[in-house]
């Protein structure tokens, strides 16, 4: 085999196994590489797409990187990517916001179980301790999240899970906002770069 094809078979294999890599900020002692960036920042990548809020959005929610309390149930996610300007710099101090259904699908409109927000590091990381939501009548599985830059537009949009049934079924799912996803024996692993305008 030339060094050519074994170069394209390489790519190949890379593109087509994202979820088997796992990011070093989601698993900090995993050996694997990290997975590839959703979508891959470039001279010609246009920033994540916004989508609704829905209707269960809550002002106010507490600052917390894991919004795993007692009593949820669940298969637990660690999500977790950078937010990057679109000419590929990461910006820090990005707060974003989720909130999402539970194991039942079914949100919390009196308090703030399985909402909070989260603030990006020096280098545009986040991470995030939740689980993977229930089905919502009608949707299939997502986390909503707000990304707002420092005095900067807020994006809102969603986030879905690759391999789903219900994504063909839902008239507001993008395959754009699928988060890069592996299955583990304690957590599933999730990633997901966003990508702002500058102001």
Known sequence: MSDRHRFQLRRMLVRATPAALIAPWLAPHARAQALPATPACGPDTAPTASQAEGPYYSRRSPQRSSLLEPGISGERLVLGGKVLSTDCKPIADVLLDFWQADAQGEYDNQGYRLRGHVLTDAEGRYR????IP?????????IHVKVQPPGGRVLTTQLYFPSEAGNRRDSIYSPALEVAMQRGPESAQAAFDFVLRRA
Do not use: D, F, K, V
Request: hydrophobic residues 25%; positive net charge; charged residues 25%.
């Open 134 to 142: 229930g089905l919502y009548p009608g949707r299939t599985r997502h």
């Open 128 to 131: 995030l301790e939740t689980i």
